[in-house]
């Protein structure tokens, strides 16, 4: 059987893959340990969960208006007027199947066949596959670790062509934890305000989590011209332990909205009702969860950080948000185990699954071979034992 031509342009995404191999190993009766999964280890908060119970005893178990619920969206608006300054109205927004559902729906309803969409690298690994699904053209921005890992106005402005129809910024950043600062920002907006005919994605999925005294920014917050290009992402998944529930949105001007609410009332229609009413909830209600898990992952990231620092060759620029560090281990490729050479991130994740019983994502997956992914959203003994491993593993390696 021949699939569509577009099958063959895109990869299934690793993360989730290396999440699977660890579920696997661990059914086996393996000991694994993995830093691979991108979700908090928290439960959904109480009065969400009740408020989902209470919608479906209420008899809100039917279909709703393909683009959310309108308290829904009222409540969306208050939560990015509150902690953004922003002003947007129900028809600026679009409630969707998560975030990444909102992403895809932007991509489809943007691009045309050849529009260029920049990435910054290292990237979330979803990006450039659905770029490519809408027919565009990733192109790839690099942002090094000696940057830590930012991105420069003057790589920006060498990006930019008359083909550029958007670029993302992702902050906090999937993978590296950084997020951009106020003068960061103001520095992208002014190349950007030379080229008028570039959108910006800004893609705030773990904006509530912030460290080291950072302090919440947008692009459209830091330069207000920007805000009609400007798109903000964001979902219920990472803030509000609710990967499962798939509940996310875009806010943009009401022309885009109207051509996203379109695109999916043929695709999926409404996202799940008593979840958009467990989302409410959640926006609205005890907000003291989400800060005993922000302060638990700081804990951790400490932690985490402190373990890095310690092991020979390995550097690892600060995260500042998010719930990742992305360290540069390069120094330990062209080395061996029992014959077997680590030549890149695939391989020396390979040999970390293999000899240590340790899950992680390799940086080639996020366009910077030379780093590795750890996600410390797991049990601090897990910290503990995960990287004493890791240093085992690192050290048998010559």
């Known amino acids: 059987m021949q699939t569509a031509h577009r099958m063959s342009l895109v990869k299934p995404s690793v993360t989730l893959a290396i999440t699977a191999k660890a579920n696997e190993l661990k059914a086996q009766g393996v000991a694994i340990i993995s830093f691979g999964p991108g979700q908090p280890d928290f439960q959904t908060p109480d009065h969400i969960q009740l408020a989902a119970i209470d919608a479906m005893r209420a008899g809100h178990t039917g279909y709703t208006a393909a683009s959310g619920i309108p308290e829904l969206k009222q409540a969306i608006c208050d939560s990015i007027k509150r902690d953004y300054g922003l002003e947007y109205a129900n028809d600026n927004i679009n409630v969707s199947c998560g975030g990444k559902h909102a992403l895809y729906n932007l991509f489809m309803s943007l691009l045309n066949d050849g529009d260029e969409v920049i990435i910054p690298a290292p990237y979330w690994v979803s990006y450039p596959d659905m770029v490519l699904l809408a027919g565009g053209k990733p192109v790839i921005a690099p942002c090094p670790d000696t940057d830590n890992f930012i991105l420069k106005p003057e790589t920006l402005d060498a990006a930019i062509t008359e083909r550029t129809k958007v670029l993302i910024l992702n902050t906090p950043s999937n993978p590296t934890g950084v997020h951009y600062g106020k003068e960061n920002l103001k520095a992208l907006a002014e190349v950007l305000l030379k080229h008028p005919q570039v959108m910006i994605i800004s893609d705030d999925v773990y904006f509530k989590m912030l460290f080291d005294g950072a302090t919440w920014a947008n692009i459209s917050m830091v330069e207000p011209k920007l805000k009609e290009r400007t798109i903000i992402v964001n979902a219920m998944s990472k803030s509000y332990c609710m990967t499962g529930w798939r509940i996310g949105w875009a806010a943009a001007e009401k022309e885009l909205v109207a051509a996203v609410n379109k695109l999916q009332s043929q695709s999926t229609s409404n996202p799940n009702t008593m979840a958009q009413y467990a989302a409410i909830a959640g926006l609205t209600g005890d907000q003291a969860p989400l800060a005993k898990m922000v302060e638990s992952f700081d804990e951790r990231r400490k932690y985490v950080l402190g373990r890095l620092e310690a092991i020979p060759g390995v550097s690892c620029p600060r995260p500042n948000g998010a719930f990742y560090v992305f360290p540069n281990l390069s120094a330990y490729y062209g080395k061996s185990f029992n014959g077997q050479k680590i030549t890149g991130s695939l391989e020396l ?31 601090p003994e897990d910290l503990q034992e995960g990287f004493d491993r890791l240093e085992k593993a690192l050290a048998a390696l010559s």
């Open 349 to 379: 994740c390979a040999y970390l699954m293999e000899e240590a019983h340790l899950a992680a994502v390799p940086g080639e997956a996020f366009g910077d071979d030379k780093c590795v992914r750890f996600s410390y959203v797991v049990a």
